[in-house]
């Protein structure tokens, strides 16, 4: 059961990560409060819910950067609970994009990228170069490559941030917020990275409240509050008749705040 | 030290902590006389300079450990969340990430503890170890100017402690200036 590959429809799907009812607390606050759900090669999975609900947790629960109390992961067929030593090689295997970017402060855009390739994978400097630079190219911040993240812009160093996860070629990307400390006019330019990404195929999940971007590319989306799984669904199930009351108001409450889901939708639009 | 401080959980904590709290309190001088006279009476003779370099140095690295673990935590928490997310072990993320950061973080305070302790050598004196501040009270005795020959030594000292501060100062300035980018 579970992992393997099953046929649905026509097509074959893999599944990558398999998230199987994974509790965490800090101290005696519950955060996480048994959540599972499978996301499928080459999808995207937006994650969304109400601050303090858990998402963040949950999401470095799944790259077992702070690992489960209870519950597993699967990657693939591995249980991440159960890899011995090496759980550092495993973790490599999933990218990460932070809210506040988190970019190695004392080192260049370059060295950023580079460093992941060179120190985790062991890839000679030249071709961990190379590696960068592709990364950087794909995120069109190739033209930066010399300065330190203090110099640019807030959207340049998260799209620095995306090349820096999409430099170790993971199996899937995380996303934490990628969009929530950027100014208005910077998230345009993060959001179209994300969709490139998502239609190239990569497998990502997201924590974001764009629910333009959800539309355009999610195929799963969850909702999460007090960190529990409330609601799972397609978009157009959400955006047309969530069924749960608490997702109907937290969706209302959204589209007051950032007006109609649709409003960066014309981006979207225009790339399809 | 500081290492252990922060990273080192409860009890390497704990460990650390006590320690920088004891060294801090007592006056060099009287580690000084506990290492010089107390061991020598009664464990093995040892020569002056032997127990003041190892009385400052004990001292002084209580003052240097607090440093560089106030210099540690100032390099937030999402940094080695980033460094342990593309796959670093936790003494990777450290070598590589945190620590260079600290580093520079702890730069000016850390030249200002050299400078302290650069100073604090001239308490060898009591002990009789011939260093700077002896052999200026030689010249005195054999001069019988009590004023030039300090006047000369202070001199000396700031020439040797000014540079450090001074070096450790501007280069504090710069990289705070390329981190914080202002």
Not at chain 1, 65 to 82: A, E, F, H, N, S
Not at chain 1, 105 to 118: A, E, K, Y
Not at chain 1, 175 to 204: C, W
Request: charged share 20%; aromatic share 10%; proline share 4%.
């Amino acid at each position: 059961m579970g992992t393997g590959e099953e046929a649905t429809g026509d097509r074959y799907l893999t599944k990558v990560v398999s998230v199987r009812d994974v509790w965490k607390s800090y101290g005696k606050v519950e955060v996480v409060k048994g959540v599972s759900f499978d996301v499928e090669e080459g999808t995207t999975t937006v994650i969304f819910g109400p601050s303090g609900a858990g998402k963040s947790t949950l999401l470095r629960c799944i790259n077992m950067l702070y690992p489960p109390d209870r519950g597993t992961v699967l990657l693939r067929d591995i249980d991440l609970m159960k890899t011995g030593g090496k759980i550092n090689y495993y973790r490599s295997r999933f990218g990460m994009v932070f809210q506040h970017f988190n970019l190695f402060s004392h080192m260049t855009v370059l060295d950023n990228v580079m460093i992941g390739p060179r120190i985790v994978k062991k890839i000679p400097q030249d071709q961990a170069k190379t590696i960068a630079l592709e990364a950087l190219e794909e995120v069109r911040m190739k033209d930066w490559c010399n300065h330190y993240p203090s110099q640019l812009s807030g959207g340049q160093k998260q799209r620095t941030g995306i090349a820096r996860a999409l430099a170790m070629d993971p199996e899937v990307i995380l996303f934490d917020e990628p969009t929530s400390a950027l100014d208005p006019e910077l998230i345009g330019e993060v959001l179209q990275t994300m969709l490139d990404l998502a239609r190239e195929k990569k497998t990502m999940i997201c924590v974001t409240h764009e629910m333009g971007f959800a539309k355009a590319v999610a195929s799963e989306m969850i909702f999460m509050d007090e960190g529990a799984v409330v609601e799972t669904g397609s978009p157009e199930h959400f955006f047309t008749n969530p069924a749960n009351e608490r997702t109907q108001r937290f969706l209302s409450r959204l589209t007051e705040l950032y007006g109609r889901h649709e409003s960066r939708e014309n981006l979207a639009a225009d790339e399809k | 030290m500081a290492i252990l401080r922060v990273y080192g959980g409860r009890a390497g904590g704990l460990f650390v902590s006590t320690y920088e709290r004891v060294m801090r309190s007592i006056p060099p001088l009287i580690l000084i006389f506990l290492f010089y006279f107390g061991i020598t009476t009664t464990v093995l003779e040892i020569p002056g300079f032997f127990a003041v370099t190892l009385a400052l140095g004990l001292c002084s690295s209580g003052y240097q450990s607090q440093i560089f673990r106030g210099a540690l935590e100032s390099v937030g928490s999402g940094q080695m969340d980033a460094a342990r997310s593309i796959g670093m072990s936790r003494l990777q993320a450290i070598r590589l990430v945190i620590a260079p950061q600290a580093l520079r973080f702890a730069l000016p305070s850390w030249a200002n503890e050299l400078a302290t302790m650069i100073k604090d050598t001239s308490l060898a004196f009591v002990v009789g170890v011939a260093e700077l501040m002896r052999r200026t009270d030689y010249v005195r005795a054999a001069t019988f100017d009590p004023v030039v020959p300090f006047l000369v030594v202070a001199g000396i000292y700031f020439v040797i402690v000014f540079p450090i501060t001074r070096v450790a100062g501007t280069w504090g300035q710069e990289k705070k200036r390329l981190v914080t980018g202002t």
